[in-house]
């Protein structure tokens, strides 16, 4: 009769079995019951159309994994049987997956692009500007790269002005993205105007630190713009969609951020002549402003107001003297006719009166004494001297003479004629 054997004895057993039978298996399914547990263990169930089996993935090989692993996904697991004695159940402990179709770096890739787009990693909105002119930037690369010779000789060529820090960091390995970020962390505490982090090209391994969620927060945190320069045109990467602005290659970012002092130099040029034109333009226009405020001051000053009521002044007197001459013209004018009409009246007077004067001068001479004396008149004449008729007293003897006739005669009588 076989020896029984307790409960405990016999998963023993099967542990030993199956453990040592099944050290080294893989397996493909479906996974589902999904559980991350806070120890940072991973466990599941695979499964196909008619069987399942539970997995545990530790926690050590867990953090290897580039991809989350999701409900319904198809995987192909790599590891071992491994048996829990105390409930003698079995399952597999597995050391890698991989997903079924796609390679697990291309899963984690398109499994975080899509987290940090719905988090709004990826808005334009959020974006910061890149300075047109910056005076410092970081570069968060490798010192040993190629990259780092390549932005360097660019930045001369294009911009010399510009000063650049170099922030140190593994750009490929284990630790790369860590060393990325820190970096980045490290330049944002820097007085500089941008961040640019990026490395050569190589293959998707080489280049998968970029693709990590550590340095897409970085970038994401930075309060200074972060350009992303990594691989080749081709290559984009987790960094590239965060990043303010994405450089195809670590060269054509430095020619893209710095202003190329060539045409630089052509652009002062054009701009100082157009500052001499306009200068020119406006010194002109300013001229003809000044000088049209000179003649307005000047018309409308006190002086010229002055001078503008001299000039009415001169105007009025010029008029006054004119009017005045004008009237004095026309008086002379009238005076002349009144002294002419005058002169003709005096004339016609004068006239006039030489013909009555000659008319009594006729009359007069017809009338004269002495030729009265010679027909009918006699000269009264006392002791040879005139004398007149009233002087001669009664019986006084007196002579009376005429042309032709001297007689000598006595007062007889004297009578006053009335």
Not at 50 to 64: D, E, L, T, V, W
Not at 185 to 213: H, Q, Y
Request: net charge positive; charged share 25%; glycine share 4%.
């Amino acid at each position: 009769m076989q020896t029984p054997v307790t409960v405990s004895e016999l998963n023993n057993q099967i542990k030993s079995l199956l453990e040592s039978t099944f050290l080294s298996i893989v397996v493909k399914g479906e996974i589902s019951r999904v559980t991350y547990h806070s120890s940072g263990h991973l466990y599941f169930t695979l499964k196909d159309t008619s069987s399942a089996i539970s997995c545990i993935m530790f926690r050590g090989n867990n953090q290897k994994l580039k991809f989350r692993v999701e409900e319904g996904m198809g995987v192909i697991i790599y590891g071992a049987i491994s048996v829990y004695s105390p409930r003698g159940s079995y399952q597999i402990n597995c050391i890698n997956l991989e997903p079924l179709g796609n390679g697990a770096l291309a899963l984690a890739y398109e499994q975080l692009k899509k987290k940090l787009e719905a988090k709004g990693y990826f808005a334009q909105e959020r974006k910061k500007s890149i300075p047109k002119f910056p005076k410092t930037i970081a570069l968060v690369t490798s010192k040993t790269g190629a990259a780092l010779q390549d932005m360097l000789r660019v930045a001369k060529k294009r911009w010399p002005l510009v000063k650049i820090i170099l922030v140190d960091a593994l750009v490929q390995g284990k630790n790369a993205s860590t060393s990325i970020a820190l970096g980045i962390k490290k330049a944002g505490m820097l007085p500089v105007d941008i961040i640019v982090t990026g490395r050569g090209g190589g293959s998707i391994e080489d280049l998968w630190a970029f693709n990590e969620e550590i340095v897409a927060d970085a970038i994401y945190l930075s309060k200074i713009p972060v350009v992303s320069a990594v691989g080749h045109e081709i290559d984009f990467l987790i960094s590239d969609f965060v990043a303010d602005l994405r450089a195809p290659t670590p060269s054509a970012a430095m020619e893209m951020i710095l202003p190329d002092q060539n045409e630089m130099l052509l652009y002062i040029d054009n701009l100082l002549e157009n500052y001499h034109s306009s200068f020119k333009r406006i010194l002109l226009r300013k001229n003809e402003e000044l000088k049209n405020l000179y003649y307005s001051y000047k018309q409308n000053s006190f002086l010229s107001k002055i001078e503008l009521y001299k000039n009415e002044i001169k105007t009025l007197n010029q008029r006054y003297n004119e009017v005045l001459n004008f009237i004095l013209q026309k008086k002379e004018q009238n005076i002349k006719n009144i002294y002419i009409n005058i002169f003709q009246k005096e004339n016609q007077l004068l006239s006039k009166k030489e013909q009555i004067l000659s008319m009594l001068l006729e009359s007069f001479k017809a009338n004269e004494p002495s030729k009265k004396i010679k027909n009918t008149f006699a000269q009264i004449l006392k002791e040879n001297k005139p004398i007149n008729l009233e002087n001669i007293k009664k019986d006084e003897i007196f002579t009376l003479v005429s042309t032709k006739i001297k007689l000598t005669a006595k007062a007889i009588e004297k009578n006053k004629i009335d």
